[in-house]
């Protein structure tokens, strides 16, 4: 983390493992990969699915997740 961060530490694990269980269980085909965070963000993910799939559907139930989550 840099800077000061928005919640402890052990919160943000403990919401990032939840958030990539919540959008595996939606999206089981997806892969979920670490991204460098930007600006005032405490996390960055892509999350990569197969060709052909419906990156909207896809987007929508990723924040099905982080609504879920917060």
């Given at each position: 983390?840099?800077?000061?961060?928005?919640?402890?530490?052990?919160?943000?694990?403990?919401?990032?493992?939840?958030?990539?269980?919540?959008?595996?269980?939606r999206v089981p085909q997806a892969r979920i990969e670490p991204l460098t965070p930007y600006e005032d963000e405490d996390f960055t993910l892509a999350v990569i699915v197969p060709v052909g799939t419906d990156e909207e559907v896809v987007l929508d139930q990723c924040l099905a997740a982080s609504t879920a989550d917060e």
């Open positions: 983390m840099r800077g000061t961060p928005h919640r402890d530490d052990q919160r943000l694990a403990f919401a990032v493992t939840r958030f990539i269980e919540d959008v595996h269980r």
